[in-house]
């Protein structure tokens, strides 16, 4: 019987999920695959559908292939065979996302070309959906084309260099797939046919463009144009604020913003130039007659980087109702600018947001690394405020990870708790580090600020001071988290390790998980507070048990029937009757209430779930070799005629016959003549006898050992022959010569002794 988990498909798919994102969990996931058949397929479903690399789909190829069998990597010695596909066509259609980086040596080029060549289908990897191509030259950027298929729906592409046949490629890419996500991310400027290539390309949702051209106005209006657009990510690093105002100038709109200047720069070169635009826009925003049109009202997600300034401008043209946003700024940020931003994101999008993710560019964080590994000293730390949030009430998730604008205040925490009641996560820079002099200024007081405001806080990530400053926390239960689960603090300091497990076991009696860096390789370690965060992680859930204990006892105490006592009670009652009159006149008030019907508007998108199918209308051809090379075969005949020898017996066979002489007399004449003996010749037949005789001998002697040809025996019988008599019917015979078929010496002697010869009489 097979686990109930297993019957459901999504269940289980969710439960290997689950394992695959835990540390090692390919690993596991494979030795589960190999575990039985019930979860073989599903497994190894999960385990192939996401691959950060060519390399597992190479090595599925036989040994016998590979330059290096150790080494898939290599490429392959020989071209596949049919045979050969078997394994790779099976695994391919598990893949759902795969990977590539030019640069990155696991993987030979050469390998591309023979799979070009010698692949039995047309696509290897018939269900892919997810493609990231990282290149550095054109010919990389060719052997995307092999996994380009009609199922495709996101590519990222990443393109170090200029590539002139980019324009080429983008083209095929519009004609072999429809497309629902496209990343763009190079150092070189768009092509410029770039809108005018993707423009049929009507179905994308997620749209990134970090390049240099990606602001132009051209690109904007054909972004603004799709119609299913949810999900937008743009680069204004280094961007003028005329050059995010001209990303909006093309896009027609209600309530059409004032123009900006007309060029499309894309702001690599507009910070040599004196721009006037710039500063009527700035006195027109500060009179509020810089109006700006309603853009993107579908959109929902927003990645900016830049500038805190070129993103408050970007957010002003906006109308839709955001539900992400993920801010990528310069730390540290203009506080007057840091302040407008949060203003104008609480204004906007107050009702509507639900994530609000603000991290740290590349720069900066570089910046940040050469001061850790340098001995310049402590890394500076800067104060950013919080209280300029004033309202998100639906918002979810606030992660800030800075490196310098680290530190935060109990004021901070009691702001967020007061705009965001409904908040679920909060990180605020947990992997901060802070120098010996001065330590982090959260303590556990401005916890329990949000644990009182935020009930629905289930994850907490900062860098505080666990020291307790008052005994008002422990007196108060609503302080008493019942959601936070989760408790990260990084390097915190803990002087108290016991103080400070019993008021985080008041705070979140419920908590399960605690960590902190304990790693003593890692910059800002200190064993002291390592040690004391782990004697808090051994205490704690044996104070959670306690306290748990006492706060079931309290409530059953309080909730106990109150005691009764049985008593009488004398209940006679003396009537006293007494008529009243009683005038009711009842107070009329008019009121006029008008009633008007809240109309809202919603458009229901029907789109119907279109399927692409390609169908491989090739004919299969066969190319068979049939050898028609004549067979020879040499064979002598002999044409010697067959030469026959017979023996034939020309001896005369003779006849002795007797013959009467003796005369009969007439009858008349008997009487007359006297009776006498009758008289046999017996002379006359001696010759004849020992004729024979004389031929038997002659025979013997003298015709055995001779061999006389064919034709000659012909001529002696014709000579010998005696011509029959008329009437003799032993002469009507005919006398032929027949030879015998083992031509034999003895059968033609015999043949011709058979022969009827007349005899001679002497």
């Not at 191509?133 to 592409?157: H, K, M, Y």
């Not at 005038?583 to 109309?599: D, E, G, I, M, T």
């Not at 002469?731 to 001679?760: F, G, M, N, W």
Request: glycine share 4%.
């Amino acid at each position: 019987m097979f686990p109930t988990i297993l019957r459901d498909p999504d269940a289980a798919k969710k439960l290997f999920e689950t394992i695959i994102d835990s540390p090692n969990g390919r690993r596991s996931m494979s030795r589960l695959a190999r575990t039985c058949r019930a979860m073989c397929e599903p497994a190894l479903n999960v385990l192939w559908r996401e691959l950060d690399s060519l390399l597992p789909i190479i090595s599925l190829f036989p040994n016998t292939l590979m330059k290096r069998a150790r080494r898939p990597g290599l490429g392959l010695a020989k071209a596949p065979n049919a045979e050969d596909w078997s394994r790779v066509l099976a695994y391919g259609e598990r893949v759902r996302r795969i990977a590539y980086i030019e640069s990155s040596p696991s993987v030979s080029p050469s390998i591309f070309a023979i799979i070009a060549e010698n692949r039995p289908v047309q696509y290897i990897l018939p269900h892919l959906q997810q493609l990231i191509w990282r290149v550095d030259t054109a010919a990389g950027l060719q052997r995307c084309t092999i996994f380009l298929n009609p199922e495709l729906q996101s590519l990222v592409l990443e393109v170090s260099t200029r590539i002139p046949q980019l324009a080429t490629f983008l083209a095929e890419v519009c004609s072999t797939t429809q497309l629902s996500s496209f990343s763009f991310t190079s150092p070189t400027s768009l092509p410029d046919t770039f809108t005018d290539i993707l423009r049929s390309h009507n179905t994308l949702e997620k749209l990134v463009l970090v390049a240099p051209g990606a602001l132009a106005s051209s690109v904007g209006q054909w972004a603004a144009s799709l119609p299913m657009l949810r999900v937008l990510e743009l680069d204004l690093t280094g961007r003028s604020v005329i050059a995010v105002e001209g990303f909006f100038d093309d896009i027609v709109a209600s309530g059409a913003s004032t123009p900006s200047d007309a060029s499309s720069d894309s702001g690599v070169f507009s910070g040599d130039e004196i721009d006037f635009t710039e500063i009527r826009k700035s006195s027109l925003r500060l009179t509020g007659d810089l109006r700006s049109g309603g853009v993107f009202t579908d959109l929902r997600q927003l990645s900016l980087t830049g500038e805190v300034a070129n993103i408050a401008v970007f957010l002003k043209h906006l109308t839709s109702n955001l539900t992400h946003l993920e801010l990528v700024i310069e730390d540290p940020p203009d506080m007057a600018d840091w302040q407008d931003l949060s203003g104008l994101i609480c204004e906007r999008f107050s009702k509507s947001l639900l994530s609000l993710r603000i991290n740290a560019t590349g720069s900066s964080r570089f910046n940040e690394l050469v001061r850790s590994t340098s001995r310049g000293g402590d890394p500076p730390c800067r104060h950013l405020p919080l209280q300029h949030f004033t309202s998100l009430p639906s918002l979810l998730r606030l992660e800030i990870d800075l490196p310098e604008s680290v530190l935060f205040h109990n004021s901070d925490l009691q702001a967020v708790a007061q705009a965001c009641p409904n908040i679920e996560t909060l990180r605020l820079c947990p992997m901060a580090r802070f120098p010996a002099s001065s330590g982090p200024s959260l303590t556990l007081e401005g916890v329990a600020v949000l644990t009182r405001g935020c009930k629905r806080l289930q994850t907490l990530a900062l860098v505080l001071d666990a020291h307790t400053e008052s005994e008002e926390t422990f007196n108060s239960l609503d302080v008493s988290s019942r959601s936070l689960l989760r408790l990260h603090v990084g390097h915190s300091v803990v002087n108290d390790s016991l103080q400070s497990t019993i008021l985080l076991s008041h705070l979140a009696p419920y908590l399960e998980t605690i960590k902190w860096f304990h790693e003593k390789n890692r910059p800002g370690y200190v064993e002291a507070n390592a040690t004391g965060w782990q004697k808090v992680s051994d205490w704690l859930p044996h104070m959670q048990g306690m306290r748990l204990m006492e706060r079931a006892r309290t409530v059953h105490l309080t909730t106990q029937k109150p005691e009764t006592r049985e008593q009488s009670v004398d209940a006679t009652v003396t009537r006293i009757t007494a008529d009243k009159s009683l005038q009711a006149k009842p107070r009329l008030v008019q009121r006029q209430v008008q009633v008007s019907p809240k109309l809202v508007d919603r458009s229901a998108e029907a789109k119907p779930e279109l399927v692409s199918m390609s169908i491989d209308a090739t004919p299969s051809i066969m190319d068979t070799s049939v050898d028609a090379t004549p067979a020879v075969i040499h064979q002598s005949v002999s044409v010697r005629p067959n030469m026959v020898s017979t023996e034939v017996d020309a001896s005369v066979c003779t006849e002795t016959k007797a013959i009467s002489a003796i005369q009969a007399l007439p009858f008349e004449e008997s009487n007359t003549v006297q009776y006498t003996d009758p008289f046999y010749t017996f002379p006359s037949v001696i010759p004849a006898v020992l004729a024979g005789l004389l031929t038997f001998a002659c025979r013997i002697l003298t015709s055995y050992p001779l061999t006389i040809p064919m034709h000659m025996l012909d001529k002696s019988l014709s000579i010998l022959h005696a011509q029959p008599k008329e009437g003799d019917n032993s002469s009507s015979e005919k006398h032929e010569l027949r030879p015998s078929p083992a031509h034999s010496v003895s059968s033609s002697t015999s043949e011709l002794l058979d022969h009827d010869i007349p005899p001679v009489c002497l």
